[in-house]
Structures are given as C-alpha cells and as structure tokens.
C-alpha cells in the first residue's frame, strides 16, 4: 500500500472509533502491515517511575509486559532513554548497536528477542504541557524507507491523542489507569468469573490473570480483588 494512503486511511479509521479497544485494535493492524508483531503506546514515566500505569494500549505478549513491568525494565530500556530526548522515530537496531550500552540495557534487548522481538521501531510523542510519550512497534527485522517511517511517525502522534481524548486526559501524564487487558480481567472478575476461567476465556495462563488482577488492584488503591471490582463499579469502569 502507498504509505501516504496507509496514513490517511488510518487517520480517517481512528477519528471513527469511540474506544480505546477500537484504536488499539488499528493500531496492531498497522503494525501488522509493516511486519510488526507487538506494539505498546505509553507515556514516558519520570525518571524513577515505573512504566505500570503509564501504559495507554498494549499489544504486548501478556509474559512480556508482566516480566518487563515486575523486574521495572522502564529503568533501563535504551529504547525507553532516546525516546525520552528523540525528536524522530528511531530503529532499534541504531540503538543496539551502541558500544556503550550498559550489560543490563542489553539484556533488556536480548530477553525482548526471546518474545520475537528482534527489532523495531520507536516513536517519540511529545505534546503540551512537557507530555512525553511513545509508540513502539517490535517485531522480525524489517526494512522500512522513510515515507514509511514518515506513516508511523503520524500513526503515533494521532494515536496518543486520540486516545488521551478518549480517557478524558487532563493531566500531563496518564495514572493510575487500567489496561485493556487489566480492564477485561476485572470484569469477568465483576461476572463472577474465578481465575482459572479468565485465563481460558483470554486463552493466558492463571498465573497472568492473577497478575492482571493484582495489577489492576493496585493501580485502584483497592486491598484485594473484590474491593478492586466494587471501585471498578464506584468510577464507572464497570457498568
């Protein structure tokens, strides 16, 4: 597809969708076009911060973000650091390539590679009020011309402010907000679902539908699951 109309045609599709689910569902279908297999658009966390609760949409495989959120990866990403002073989307590989990368920095891309993520693009996202934020796309390696990055560039830009819209977004940087995935766990938690039976309704494992479970506890300020599903109900993200 001529990349010009692959901007166009995403930009005219996400202005249509009335969700977060809809917008992330383009996006991994962009991706997808180019060669990605995984995507995840997030604002950047101040330093210190973990990425948990910064995480706008993900396409992540759920034993990635989990392994990348409990050991607070966020920290040491050399993906996450050149976004957070990038003007221009930049490839993974121009990163990896660094001599000076610390041994922890290329671990963090080692393990991604386990995932399939072999390499990748990422987009610096920077907006009003010092918002920072980025949407990285991983996948196989893949060549892209620059028209194409030109697409990606505008893909993130018009997602993060679409979605922020969406949220009703009125602070720099996004908190204390459920994931889609973490979202759906509470509901069918809400449904009187136990873990086991999320985890074959979401085709994931027990142990990553407790975790989203615990996730999404914590992000509420909730003591356990069932105070995290009646807070779910009290801010309308059940209904």
């Known amino acids: 597809m001529n990349p010009l109309t692959a901007a166009l045609e995403f930009v005219e599709s ?6 977060s689910d809809g917008v992330s569902k383009r996006i991994s279908e962009l991706g997808q076009s ?5 995507f995840c658009l997030a ?3 101040d330093t210190g911060a973990s990425l948990d609760g910064s995480i ?8 990635w973000q989990q392994r990348y959120l409990e050991r607070d990866y966020v920290q040491n990403d050399p993906i996450v650091a050149k976004a957070r002073t990038a003007s221009r989307p930049f490839l993974w590989s121009s990163v990896a390539r660094d001599r000076n990368l610390s041994a922890v920095a290329q671990q963090i891309l080692s393990e991604a590679r386990d995932f399939g993520m072999y390499d990748g693009i990422c987009v ?5 009020q010092s918002y920072q934020g980025m949407l990285i796309f991983g996948g196989p390696e893949v060549r892209l011309n620059e028209r194409e990055i030109s697409v990606l560039h505008l893909v993130g830009i018009y997602s993060s402010n679409k979605v922020r819209e969406l949220i009703g977004a009125n602070t720099s940087r996004p908190r204390h907000r459920l ?20 985890s074959q309704i979401l085709s994931i494992s027990q142990h990553t539908a407790d975790w989203y479970l615990a996730s999404a506890a914590r992000k509420l300020h909730a003591s356990n699951r069932t105070h995290a599903v009646a807070e779910g109900f009290r801010l309308g993200l059940i209904r």
């Open 14 to 19: 996400i202005n249509n969708e009335e969700t």
């Open 34 to 38: 180019f060669g990605f297999t995984s």
């Open 43 to 45: 604002a950047i966390p």
């Open 56 to 63: 706008m949409l993900s396409g992540w495989r759920p034993e």
């Open 124 to 128: 610096p996202i920077h907006g009003l």
């Open 179 to 198: 994931t889609p995935r973490e979202l759906e766990c509470l509901k069918w938690s809400a449904a009187g679902k136990t873990s086991w039976e999320i």
